[in-house]
């Protein structure tokens, strides 16, 4: 029994010690202390208590229990507190030992004063400056990053501008169009083209000249008003937003020019400003016949050399004989007129048409021309091949220098073209390695034609040169006849109409601008249109005898153009219906004053399927492109 309770004492004891261990450390910290028992120990130790309270039959004391209760209250209501103490028995060798373990900070927010004291800490008041600072930096990269990426993104490429002349018909004037036969008349005209829409205006028969030619390129004939009157009417077509071109023809001068006077007398530096050559000698019936150097001939069938009695040669001449060919084998001649083309920029042209610059250079070795395969009679200018005379590959030489004289005084904005038709062979070679020939055109079948051409040869001219020239001029009045002078005044409105929206540029008369007065206003309107300047072109013939082309640009949001011109001279109901893009109802926007009667074109749609359209009329509609 002793036995027993002694050993009841000592477990007791070590359980008091615990409490006083645990208790004391509440005291010593403030802090309540969680008992852990390790599992194995503290059911041992639980049994072993139970056994003994059986064994001896008797309960533990009163201060035991209330020393207990105590303790475990004590767990219980500081269970929560930051810190806890965690108790373990350790059985060695049959001896309990007990280790007294700090358990880990519960995780719990800091108190306001404890907040102060790292608020004004240096070392934070400094971290969060840098924090602060780092925060923005980052935002700032990360703005500019964006705006980077916006600015060096691939961008879908804007449309080129257009320049005005190709924005605007180019109408041709002269000082005869004027009411009084001069510049200032021109003034007016200039007013009413404006209405009209007309930007660009080319001018001709400026320069002073006799019956024969021009006897100096950088004087207007008096008897127009001069060099002031041309200068306040450029004044007045910028006042409208105008520009004006001059036409020239750098082939030749007449024989009173004072370069081919003292050329003739062999005066420097004008000695080779013309082409001159010694003649060849023969013999015809025991005499000494002088001929001409070689075989070429004039465009009026004529040898195209003229003896000169003074300077004892012969000069070139591949027009009138007394309109010699100005030697452009000579760069001093190049410069020369290069100097004139300056003279008259810095007056306020735009810009110039050329003629005839398809002669300008000439084999320097005088070769015959070879004969032609055209069955000709010889002496027929047609009878030779003027590969010698004609379109040499050279003239580019010759081009290119003015063109970039034009194009620098003008900032990019300037014309420089030709009035005359050019091969799809000579363009290439003159375009090959840059643009040096603006609007290129091959309108023979526009400036000879008259009533009656037909659907499939305006068709032919048309898509023959597009791919050539995407952007061409076309020229309705040839050199010999006028268009109204080939054709009654209404065909010759409805072929004008006809060719306002084709891609490139009309080159017109001021009656052409006139006659359909309402009609061509609303047609050269529509030519700053996104459809106009950059839509697509497709062509057609319809009935056989209606030529059609669309014109249309899914890019714009803009309606579609249609244009139909009826070379037949039937009435006829056209199905349009299976071009591409074109919707199932199509609106009248424009048409030739001969197209229908007044009673009949109040009707503003139509469907697609069934367009009337008169005999030699032209109807322009639009449409909501389909995609």
Same mark, same amino acid.
């Given at each position: 029994m002793e036995s027993g309770r002694d050993n009841v004492e000592v477990k007791g004891a070590v359980k008091e010690t615990v409490a006083a261990a645990v208790s004391a450390t509440l005291k010593v910290e403030g802090n309540s202390t969680n008992v852990v028992v390790g599992g194995n120990d503290k059911q041992q130790l639980d049994e072993e208590e139970d056994d003994m309270g059986k064994q001896n039959g008797e309960e533990l004391d009163e201060g035991a229990q209330e020393r207990m209760l105590s303790n475990?209250? @004590?767990?219980?209501?500081?269970?929560?507190?930051?810190?806890?103490?965690?108790?373990?028995?350790?059985?060695?060798?049959?001896? @309990?030992?007990?280790?007294?373990?700090?358990?880990?900070?519960?995780?719990?927010?800091?108190?306001?004063?404890?907040?102060?004291?790292?608020?004004?800490?240096?070392?934070?008041?400094?971290?969060?400056?840098?924090?602060?600072?780092?925060?923005?930096?980052?935002?700032?990269?990360?703005?500019?990053?964006?705006?980077?990426?916006?600015?060096? @993104?691939?961008?879908c490429s804007a449309p080129e501008p257009k320049k005005i002349w190709e924005e605007s018909a180019i109408v041709q004037l002269d000082p005869s169009d004027s009411p009084n036969n001069n510049l200032e008349g021109l003034e007016s005209i200039l007013y009413d083209l404006?209405?009209?829409?007309?930007?660009?205006?080319?001018?001709?028969?400026?320069?002073?000249?006799?019956?024969?030619?021009?006897?100096?390129?950088?004087?207007?004939?008096?008897?127009?008003?001069?060099?002031?009157?041309?200068?306040?009417?450029?004044?007045?077509?910028?006042?409208?937003?105008?520009?004006?071109?001059?036409e020239l023809d750098p082939n030749h001068s007449s024989t009173e020019h004072p370069w081919f006077k003292q050329s003739v007398e062999? +005066?420097?530096?004008?000695?080779?400003?013309?082409?001159?050559?010694?003649?060849? &000698?023969?013999?015809?019936?025991?005499?000494?016949?002088?001929?001409?150097?070689?075989?070429?001939?004039?465009?009026?069938?004529?040898?195209?050399?003229e003896w000169n009695e003074q300077r004892g040669q012969y000069y070139l001449h591949q027009f009138n004989k007394s309109q010699p060919d100005l030697?452009?084998?000579?760069?001093?001649?190049?410069?020369?007129?290069?100097?004139?083309?300056?003279?008259?920029?810095?007056?306020?042209i735009s810009g110039f048409r050329l003629a005839n610059t398809q002669y300008l250079k000439e084999d320097p070795q005088l070769h015959d021309e070879a004969r032609s395969i055209l069955p000709v009679e010889s002496g027929n200018y047609l009878s030779l091949t003027h590969i010698y005379t004609r379109d040499r590959p050279e003239n580019i030489e010759v081009l290119t220098q003015w063109q970039e004289i034009v194009h620098n005084k003008t900032d990019g904005k300037g014309l420089f073209s030709l009035q005359d038709d050019i091969g799809a062979d000579i363009l290439q070679v003159y375009n090959e390695k840059k643009t040096v020939i603006d609007l290129p055109q091959s309108s023979h079948f526009l400036t000879t034609a008259n009533a009656s051409i037909n659907a499939t040869v305006l068709r032919k001219g048309?898509?023959?040169?597009?791919?050539?020239?995407?952007?061409?001029?076309?020229?309705?009045?040839?050199?010999?006849?006028?268009?109204?002078?080939?054709?009654?005044?209404?065909?010759?409105?409805?072929? &004008?109409?006809?060719?306002?929206?084709?891609?490139?540029?009309?080159?017109?008369?001021?009656?052409?601008?006139?006659?359909?007065?309402?009609?061509?206003?609303?047609?050269?309107?529509?030519?700053?249109?996104?459809?106009?300047?950059?839509?697509?072109?497709?062509?057609?013939?319809?009935?056989?005898?209606?030529?059609?082309?669309a014109r249309s640009w899914l890019k714009s949001g803009n309606p579609g153009y249609l244009v139909a011109y009826q070379t037949g001279d039937d009435q006829a109901v056209i199905d349009l219906s299976t071009? +591409?893009?074109?919707?199932?109802?199509?609106?009248?926007?424009?048409?030739?004053?001969?197209?229908?009667?007044?009673?009949?074109?109040?009707?503003?749609?139509?469907?697609?399927?069934?367009?009337?359209?008169?005999?030699?009329?032209?109807?322009?509609?639009?449409?909501?492109?389909?995609?």
């Open positions: 475990e209250s @004590a767990a219980k209501i500081t269970s929560n507190e930051k810190t806890a103490t965690e108790v373990k028995f350790i059985s060695e060798n049959g001896d @309990a030992k007990i280790d007294i373990e700090t358990i880990k900070e519960a995780i719990s927010g800091m108190s306001k004063e404890e907040l102060m004291k790292f608020a004004n800490d240096p070392f934070w008041i400094k971290m969060r400056w840098a924090l602060f600072i780092l925060f923005w930096l980052l935002w700032a990269a990360m703005l500019a990053g964006a705006v980077a990426i916006i600015v060096m @993104a691939p961008k404006k209405g009209q829409h007309i930007k660009a205006i080319s001018l001709s028969s400026l320069m002073k000249e006799d019956a024969n030619g021009v006897v100096d390129f950088k004087v207007v004939k008096p008897e127009i008003g001069g060099i002031v009157a041309l200068e306040n009417l450029i004044k007045k077509a910028k006042d409208n937003d105008q520009q004006i071109f001059l062999r +005066q420097d530096p004008f000695t080779d400003y013309y082409v001159w050559a010694d003649g060849t &000698t023969s013999t015809d019936s025991g005499k000494e016949r002088r001929n001409p150097p070689n075989n070429w001939l004039s465009i009026y069938s004529e040898s195209a050399w030697n452009y084998n000579n760069p001093a001649v190049v410069k020369e007129f290069g100097d004139i083309l300056t003279h008259w920029l810095k007056l306020g048309i898509t023959q040169w597009l791919p050539i020239a995407p952007w061409p001029a076309w020229n309705l009045n040839g050199k010999q006849h006028a268009l109204r002078q080939r054709m009654p005044a209404e065909i010759a409105s409805s072929v &004008t109409l006809m060719t306002m929206l084709l891609p490139g540029t009309p080159i017109l008369r001021l009656n052409d601008t006139m006659s359909a007065k309402d009609a061509f206003a609303t047609l050269s309107s529509a030519r700053s249109s996104l459809t106009f300047l950059y839509g697509e072109t497709t062509t057609r013939i319809v009935n056989g005898t209606v030529f059609v082309y071009i +591409q893009r074109v919707s199932e109802e199509v609106s009248i926007f424009a048409h030739s004053p001969n197209y229908l009667g007044q009673s009949e074109i109040s009707k503003t749609k139509w469907p697609s399927n069934a367009v009337p359209i008169s005999p030699k009329s032209t109807v322009v509609l639009t449409f909501v492109p389909k995609e």
